[in-house]
């Protein structure tokens, strides 16, 4: 995908990405109600008017769009790339594996069979070198980077792939732990703030531990509803609460990042 942006300013940014596993449907869903959302509050919610004055917000709606087309038409519970490579009859890779943050070393499979794939060598998902170039080329501008999954209801950063805490880890416990609150605020959904490894599991090869890596310091991973009940196929009724309580959680973020600009 080529893009053009015409702009007299660089203004510092932030990245977002939904739809890294494909049947989390819920993810998907987030960003299409985040753009729409941004666009129409934008010049009455002073909040947003504000944010998109000064800071620019890449979104990416579907990051593993063939998987997610996959979902719709052959098996509605697959989570990797639909990739394939000659030595193996199983397709694909775990993208949320591929990227180069302690590639394959935990909770990571390198059988390609596996669900949990870490691919052949990191980026080797087209969809994760090109994300992965797109921020290395956006880092001097970039300032957070939030991707969103389902489900568990947790709010994760750094570190998965390690038990070791991140640098900035009381600021990232902070944030998180003030997103969550605001979250909670609209219906009551109560999540879980903490590093990856030790909230949910220890896994490598994360997005989001390998933005932080590079530098991106206010680095989030969403699990969105539910905690198990539905699981991957969150009804059609909590489309709009779950988009709508997710909103005052990524403003929260987003404030704190825009008021503490590094
Ligand atoms: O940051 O540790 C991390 C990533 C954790 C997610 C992952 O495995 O990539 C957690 C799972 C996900 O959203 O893919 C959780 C869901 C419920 C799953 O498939 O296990
Ligand atoms: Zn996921």
Redesign the pocket.
């Known amino acids: 995908t080529h893009l053009m942006k015409l702009s007299d300013s660089t203004k510092p940014a932030i990245f977002m990405d939904c739809g ?2 494909a ?2 449907w819920i ?1 998907t869903a987030f960003c299409q109600w985040f753009v729409k959302e941004a666009l129409s509050t934008y010049g009455s919610d002073s909040q947003m008017t504000s944010l998109l004055d000064q800071m620019d917000v890449f979104v990416l709606p579907v990051f593993n769009i063939d998987g997610y087309d996959f979902t719709h038409k052959s098996n509605r519970m697959w ?1 990797k790339t639909r990739s394939k490579r000659s030595g193996s009859s199983c397709y694909g890779a ?1 993208p ?2 591929n990227f180069n943050a302690g590639w394959c070393t935990v ?1 990571a499979s390198s059988n390609p069979c596996s ?2 794939f870490c691919g052949h060598q990191p980026e080797s998902e087209i969809e994760v070198k090109n994300v992965a170039d797109f921020i290395r080329r956006n880092k001097s501008i970039l300032k957070a980077y939030i ?1 969103i ?4 209801q ?1 709010l ?1 950063f ?1 570190y ?2 390690s038990f070791s805490l991140a640098a900035d880890h009381s600021e990232l416990l902070k944030v998180a732990d003030g997103a969550s609150a605001a979250l909670r605020s609209l219906y009551g959904t109560r999540y879980t703030s903490g590093p ?2 030790a ?5 490598a090869g ?4 390998w933005a932080y890596d590079l530098g991106v310091k206010y680095s989030y ?1 969403f ?1 969105l509803r539910d905690t ?1 009940r539905y ?2 196929l969150l009804p059609e009724s909590q489309i709009e609460p779950t988009c709508e309580e997710t909103m005052l959680a990524v403003k929260y973020i987003a404030a704190h990042v825009q008021k503490n600009l590094y």
């Open positions: 890294i596993h049947r989390e993810s989570r775990d949320n594996r909770g669900d949990t991707t999954h389902s489900y568990s947790l994760l750094p998965s792939y990856g490894a909230t949910i599991y220890p896994a994360g997005s989001d531990d991973t699990e198990g699981g991957f």
